[in-house]
């Protein structure tokens, strides 16, 4: 299995080259390198990533190069995180919006039925603090409708 390590405090100014030299003594161990830079400049974004084949490797290079100097800067070196998305991001989202994006600026979505509001309001539920005021105002709204 392999394992991902952030490398991290890398000068603005790193070249790709400079990057891989410092992973060459681990060259045969290694699944890949690779560092991250912004898309409009080109230029490093302080941080980049290796791929190390076992959990031994890993913690050997973690060992031998976290705070060596690199372009007068001490790397950081540690095993990356796993990616993961927000806990409730998929299920909070309201069913029929799109995912990652926004509506216009100026416009409005608003449900032309109650049914419609009751079932995506059904999927989320009320902070908890604010569920006594929340019962009180749907009380105020079921005497509304039944006395009009």
């Known amino acids: 299995m392999s394992i991902r390590l952030y490398v991290g405090n890398l000068s603005k100014d790193l070249e790709r080259q400079e990057f891989e030299n410092v992973f060459a003594d681990f060259t045969a161990d290694l699944v890949s390198v690779k560092l991250i830079a912004d898309k409009k400049t080109g230029k490093c974004r302080g941080f980049g990533f290796v791929t190390v084949k076992t959990d031994e ?9 976290n705070g060596q100097m690199l372009a007068e800067l001490p790397i950081k070196i540690e095993k990356a995180l796993p990616r993961t998305k927000p806990e409730g991001e998929a299920e909070a989202r309201p069913s029929g919006e799109p995912s990652g994006k926004r509506p216009a600026k100026g416009s409005t979505r608003k449900s032309s039925t109650p ?12 902070d908890p603090r604010w569920a006594g005021e ?15």
């Open 115 to 126: 049914a419609a509001a009751a079932s995506t309001s059904a999927s989320v539920q009320p």
């Open 134 to 148: 929340l019962e009180k105002l749907k009380q105020m709204l079921a005497t509304q409708t039944t006395s009009s």
């Open 57 to 65: 490797k890993a913690d050997e290079v973690v060992e031998k190069l």
